[in-house]
T-cell receptor, first 114, second 115 residues
Framework: AQTVTQSQPEMSVQEAETVTLSCTYD???????LFWYKQPPSRQMILVIR??????QNATENRFSVNFQKAAKSFSLKISDSQLGDAAMYFC???????????FGAGTRLAVHP | DTEVTQTPKHLVMGMTNKKSLKCEQH?????MYWYKQKAKKPPELMFV???????INESVPSRFSPECPNSSLLNLHLHALQPEDSALYLC??????????????FGQGTRLTVV
């Protein structure tokens, strides 16, 4: 089975500051992919960043970066220079070919304060 | 066009009604998905279609009936729903089922209320 755990139901950050959202996962697959999705009040799930498990280098997309620790099965998301538009629900997810499904964590609600 | 379009955006239906949710994409994706999302919860997978054939059914009650009439369209037919079926229904697509590693595109969802 695959599971994803996000231990922080809510987080808050001041505008322009940095925040890190935590995610741990469990999978028996050797080849899998990890994702962070953002769901703003508009409800649409938007891909923030993606990491292939076989790549040791941490993925980066502009202000968003991940800290991928494969042995610890940890996949945290760092948001630098936080903006008001970053306020949303953030979901960590894992996908593997063995299960052919995207499994989401419970989500972390991020508030950004001016 | 990198959009997944879902209609309607909101739907209120009685427990004896029959209604359908529609999802459309024109990205040439061959895998399409239905997810159910309750308030403050993550999306839960319901169905997966791969090359217009049902690939995964997550033991969803028969009052939900999916249909994939062509590679661009995915429908979810609803009949005799219960109030606990009220939720946000999300459609998604990806290049194909085995390449979820590329990107899954999600629609804005249909907010369904069963009264």
């Amino acid at each position: 089975a695959q599971t994803v755990t996000q231990s922080q139901p809510e987080m808050s950050v001041q505008e322009a500051e940095t925040v890190t959202l935590s995610c741990t996962y469990d999978t028996s697959e050797s080849d899998y992919y990890l994702f962070w999705y953002k769901q703003p009040p508009s409800r649409q799930m938007i891909l923030v960043i993606r990491q292939e498990a076989y790549k040791q280098q941490n993925a980066t997309e502009n202000r968003f970066s991940v800290n991928f620790q494969k042995a610890a099965k940890s996949f945290s998301l760092k948001i630098s220079d936080s903006q008001l538009g970053d306020a949303a629900m953030y979901f960590c997810a894992v996908f593997s070919g063995g299960y052919n499904k995207l499994i989401f964590g419970a989500g972390t609600r991020l508030a950004v304060h001016p | 066009d990198t959009e997944v379009t879902q209609t309607p955006k909101h739907l209120v239906m009685g427990m004896t009604n029959k209604k359908s949710l529609k999802c459309e994409q024109h990205m040439g994706h061959r895998a399409m998905y239905w997810y159910k999302q309750k308030a403050k919860k993550p999306p839960e997978l319901m169905f997966v279609y791969s090359y217009e054939k049902l690939s995964i059914n997550e033991s969803v009650p028969s009052r939900f009936s999916p249909e994939c009439p062509n590679s661009s369209l995915l429908n979810l037919h609803l009949h005799a729903l219960q109030p606990e079926d009220s939720a946000l229904y999300l459609c998604a697509s990806s290049q194909d089922l085995y390449r979820m590693n590329t990107e899954a595109f999600f629609g804005q969802g249909t907010r369904l209320t069963v009264v």
